[in-house]
C-alpha cells in the first residue's frame, strides 16, 4: 500500500511539473512571437479587410463549433450524461480558447469545469 501511494504522489508532482513547464514554456513563446508587431499595421489591415468573408469565416466557425458541441452532447448522452446545448457549446469553446492559449493540452482540463 505504501508504494502506491508513493507512485500516486511521484506521478502527482510529475503533473504538476509538467503543467507549470507548458504553461512557461506557453508564454515565453507567446512574448516571443508578439515581439516586434506593429500594432498600428494590424489595425489598418483589418480596417481594410474585407466585411463579408470575415462575416461568412466568422459564421463557419460557429457552426462547426456548434456541431461539434452537439457532437459531444450525443456522446455524453450515450453515457447516460445531460447536458445542456449551451453547456456543451460553452464549454467546448473555453477548452479550445485555453488550448490557443496554453500548451500541454490545457484546455481539456478547462472543459471539466
Known amino acids: 500500500m505504501g508504494n502506491l501511494r508513493v507512485w500516486q504522489s511521484r506521478r ?3 503533473l504538476w511539473l509538467r503543467l ?3 504553461i512557461l514554456l506557453g ?3 507567446l512574448v516571443l512571437a508578439l515581439r ?3 500594432w498600428r499595421e494590424v489595425a489598418w489591415a483589418l ?3 474585407n466585411s463579408l468573408l ?3 469565416a466568422v459564421g463557419t ?3 462547426t463549433l456548434w456541431a461539434k458541441a452537439m457532437r459531444w452532447r450525443l456522446l455524453l448522452a450515450m453515457g447516460g450524461m445531460k447536458v445542456g446545448r449551451v453547456s456543451a457549446f460553452s464549454s467546448l469553446v473555453i477548452g479550445q480558447f485555453i488550448n490557443l492559449i496554453f500548451p500541454a493540452r490545457l484546455g481539456e ?3 471539466i469545469y
Open 20 to 22: 507549470w513547464l507548458g
Open 109 to 111: 482540463v478547462g472543459r
Open 47 to 49: 480596417l481594410g479587410a
Open 27 to 29: 508564454l515565453g513563446l
Open 61 to 63: 466557425i460557429l457552426i
Open 12 to 14: 502527482s508532482l510529475w
Open 54 to 56: 470575415i462575416a461568412l
Open 36 to 38: 516586434g508587431i506593429h
